[in-house]
């Protein structure tokens, strides 16, 4: 596609139920990053993907936390047991390269709201 | 845990004006960006710098990069209305070639 397209745009969730957000990245991007933005805040690394192995999920907060792009393609990054701190932004990007030495392609986000 | 910060945190102009926003970041890098997000969307790239790098301009863009300071500055010239957005810089460290570090931002509001 011609972006990177992430889906649902918003999702509301109560407490203690599991979500899933989809990430599809720019076709043949081999990186592929989430992040988490708190509002008012500046995105926090999550995870990182390159192809289909997880490089890096040294900014996952907790184990309720899993992320797996198993084709190299669409990634998927689910959230067990939600809690309020969970309230956030959730933003794909994917970059053509595997160093960050261009720019990278964002989504527009998922909004998780947990009531 | 973020490795930038961006001064000020909230900026407002009268179109036409100039806009500098300020970044500083605490480790070695390889190269600064620079991301602009509108409300409610994702980020955009604006431009990259190379730590080798001092200055560097796209279109009513210029930034600049000194690694002694640890710092680097975003200017946009003859501001318009449309530039209303949030403004971050991002951070590789030398040691992580991949992941971008990003700071809070700077909220700038261009009034028409």
């Known amino acids: 596609g011609a972006g990177v397209s992430q889906s649902p745009r918003y999702k509301v969730a109560k407490r203690g139920q599991d979500v899933a957000l989809r990430c599809d990245p720019i076709s043949g991007h081999v990186s592929l990053f989430w992040y988490q933005q708190a509002l008012g805040q500046g995105p926090e690394f999550l995870t990182y993907?390159?192809?289909?192995?997880?490089?890096?999920k040294s900014g996952l907060p907790s184990d309720r936390f899993f992320a797996e792009r198993p084709e190299g393609s669409v990634s998927t990054l689910k959230i067990q047991r939600t809690q309020q701190e969970d309230s956030a932004v959730y933003l794909c990007?994917?970059?053509?390269?595997?160093?960050?030495?261009?720019?990278?392609?964002f989504g527009s986000g998922t909004r998780l709201t947990v009531v | 845990s973020q490795q930038g910060e961006e001064d000020p945190q909230a900026l407002s102009i009268q179109e036409g004006e100039n806009a500098t926003m300020n970044c500083s970041y605490k480790?070695?890098?390889?190269?600064l960006q620079w991301y602009r997000q509108n409300s409610g969307r994702g980020l955009v790239h604006l431009i990259l710098i190379r730590s080798n790098e001092r200055e560097k301009h796209s279109g009513r863009l210029r930034v600049t990069l000194d690694t002694s300071k640890k710092s680097s500055s975003l200017l946009i010239t003859a501001s318009r209305a449309a530039d209303t957005a949030s403004y971050f810089c991002a951070t590789d460290a030398s040691g992580s070639n991949y992941k971008l570090t990003f700071g809070k931002g700077t909220l700038l509001t261009v009034n028409p």
């Open positions: 990007a994917s970059s053509l390269a595997t160093r960050a030495n261009y720019g990278y392609t």
């Open positions: 993907f390159q192809n289909e192995a997880q490089l890096d």
């Open positions: 480790t070695s890098i390889n190269n």
